[in-house]
């Protein structure tokens, strides 16, 4: 025995095959639903082709008269007793069926859903409808215009009906619209229309209305919350009716995104084509699609997509303004492309229109041990166009877009990039003349070394004083070469020089260490016994020597590394700095007598006493005779 449940199931999915293939085969003999293809049949590709022919050209019936007699769907068959050409609708259920019954249709939230009937001569189609205005009303195309029969003779809207309560009234219309897309090509890619109310009395007295607009693929896609679609769908009974009450139906996200078409798993049954396939964002409802198809694909159904083009005919229908997110972005002021700077950036840009406050994001180049990559470093919202960061050293982009009134954002700006540089540059190694050198040239030349592991040196300073603490800087000179020339004659005396380095983002490094060289003035030979004339010049390894504040001039010691020179000129020149003599090589000191150092030996053995020496016979000791013989 089967389980009542799975019965249920198998029974349910035999009448839904069994109601696709009763589509299939009515729509082969001309009666059944719009085709489920999302693509234009052949008849549109070759109507599209003629000149002129523009799909989403808006077309009317042209007889917004008076009304016909008609019929209301509460004295109508039930669904089970009509033909299928009855019908005329889309519908796809996919169980488990998730839809559930709206209690207050009439209340804000509901009212703006739409019962419709349209007529036909000898048949009638329920659909579902959405204001958008006071007298103009959203739907299907095929729910206005059916292909083979033209357009119904006339249409019957009741807005939030409620069994057969309907709160606000009922208007009847003759004034249907559509597109050339749907009504000349039969393309299920335009199967939309409006109807268009006599007046505004219906729409005024219900006064809340559908917000609708068009969206970028991302905006869709990752931004908007579950998808719902409200309607009348016919397989719903209540007291005796079918179709006459509201029901919601919710689904995950849309599956599949195309120009003019869009795919979604959300339950579906005959009678809500033409509903809104509405969706939220941040707590605001607005419309995306327009819901007419079923079995559009894997367990897919699908509906027309709200472009610009359906949003234009929309409002020249009489419908209220569009929300999207295409509109374009703020125009950026500054700061300017490809910034390098070292200083705090200020970011700002034009106000747009729409914008109700912007918000800024800026992506930092970010390194770990495994990978570099973009990261969002900073984001600020607010009603602000200009803002200042005092951003680190890095490598920055940036972009800012508008966030409308309706939370729904503008599209970006452009991007913009950013390089922040706050790192000074190293100490330049001073290398020649070497510290301390005494010369005859007045107008010497200066050699350094680059900082170590700096590349981006803009240009040098270097600062030649006859102080060491350059308390007075009478030659000062910028140069993108590491050596310097003085240009005028330097008077005879020691002068001081030192140098520094400037990036091209405009940081300044630390000074050299200072060294110095002497000017004396010479004739004759003297010249060449003072500095004889140098080989060839080597350049040192570089070195980074820590920075010293000199001491006072007339405290300093003399530096040992001073180059010997030859004896000085009696009669040397006077100096500029007569607090300052010239240089005065003294006489060698004599040479003092230098005792060794100590050496330390090793111990010695102390030397033993020689043997005593045989006595001679012929020296006797005082006192002692000598020996007789016995």
């Not at 809500?272 to 694909?297: D, E, L, M, P």
């Not at 970011?347 to 969002?376: D, G, Q």
């Not at 006595?615 to 002692?624: F, R």
């Amino acid at each position: 025995m089967k389980h009542p449940v799975c019965t249920a199931w198998l029974a349910r999915r035999a009448l839904g095959t069994a109601l696709i293939l009763a589509t299939v085969f009515v729509s082969l003999l001309g009666y059944g639903a719009p085709t489920a293809e999302a693509h234009a049949p052949d008849v549109a590709a070759q109507l599209t082709a003629q000149d002129g022919f523009n799909p989403h050209q808006p077309v009317s019936n042209g007889t917004p008269g008076e009304r016909a007699p008609v019929a209301l769907a509460s004295s109508a068959l039930p669904v089970e007793e009509r033909a299928l050409s009855d019908v005329r609708s889309t519908q796809a259920v996919y169980l488990p069926d998730t839809r559930s019954r709206v209690s207050s249709p009439a209340s804000t939230s509901w009212r703006w859903n739409v019962y419709i009937e349209a007529y036909w001569p000898g048949y009638y189609v329920t659909c579902t409808g959405w204001l958008v205005g006071p007298h103009t009303v959203i739907t299907a195309g095929h729910c206005v215009y059916w292909p083979g029969d033209g357009w119904a003779l006339e249409v019957m809207v009741a807005p939030a009906l409620n069994g057969n309560n309907a709160p606000f009234g009922v208007q009847y219309s003759t004034n249907l619209h559509s597109v050339a897309g749907w009504t000349a090509s039969e393309d299920s890619r335009y199967d939309y229309g409006a109807i268009i109310l006599p007046n505004d009395s219906l729409g005024n007295a219900v006064g809340t209305f559908m917000p609708y607009g068009y969206f970028s693929d991302s905006f869709l896609y990752t931004s908007i919350g579950t998808l719902a679609i409200s309607g009348y769908p016919a397989d719903k009974l209540y007291n005796g009716s079918y179709g006459t009450t509201l029901w919601v139906g919710r689904g995950r996200r849309f599956t599949y995104l195309e120009e003019s078409m869009v795919y979604y798993q959300v339950d579906t049954e005959w009678g809500q084509s033409g509903a809104a396939v509405w969706t939220t964002f941040k707590g605001n409802r607005f419309a995306t699609a327009i819901h007419t198809q079923g079995y559009c694909g894997w367990y897919e159904n699908c509906g027309v997509r709200i472009n610009q083009s359906v949003a234009n005919n929309i409002v020249g229908w009489g419908g209220i303004p569009p929300v999207t997110d295409l509109n374009p972005g703020p125009a950026l002021i500054g700061p300017a492309p490809d910034l390098l700077t070292n200083t705090p950036v200020t970011f700002n840009w034009a106000t747009i229109p729409s914008a109700a406050k912007y918000e800024l994001e800026l992506y930092r180049w970010v390194c770990n041990s495994l990978e570099c990559t973009w990261r969002v470093t900073w984001r600020k919202i607010g009603s602000m166009t200009s803002i200042t960061k005092n951003l680190p050293t890095g490598y920055y982009w940036w972009h800012v877009r508008g966030i409308q009134a309706n939370q729904i954002p503008t599209q970006w700006s452009e991007w913009r990039w950013i390089e922040v540089d706050k790192k000074r540059p190293g100490r330049p190694v001073p290398w020649y003349p070497p510290k301390g050198y005494i010369t005859t040239d007045t107008t010497p030349t200066f050699y350094w070394d680059w900082p170590l592991r700096d590349t981006d040196i803009n240009f040098f300073e270097i600062q030649v004083s006859p102080s060491a603490t350059f308390t007075s800087v009478p030659i000062g000179a910028v140069t993108v070469d590491p050596w310097f020339e003085v240009p005028v004659p330097l008077a005879a005396g020691k002068w001081y020089w030192r140098v520094r380095a400037t990036d091209f983002t405009g940081n300044v490094g630390a000074w050299s260490p200072v060294w110095n060289v002497v000017i004396v003035t010479v004739t004759g030979e003297a010249e060449s016994k003072t500095n004889p004339a140098p080989t060839t010049i080597l350049t040192p390894e570089p070195v980074e020597v820590p920075f010293v504040q000199p001491a006072p001039v007339d405290k300093q010691i003399p530096s040992e590394d001073i180059i010997p020179v030859g004896p000085v000129p009696v009669d040397p020149a006077p100096v500029t700095d007569p607090n300052e003599p010239p240089p005065v090589t003294p006489p060698p000191a004599p040479e003092d007598p230098v005792e060794p150092p100590p050496v330390e030996l090793p111990p010695v053995e102390a030397p033993r006493e020689p043997p005593p020496a045989e006595p001679d016979p012929g020296v006797l000791p005082p006192g002692e005779e000598p020996p007789v013989a016995q």
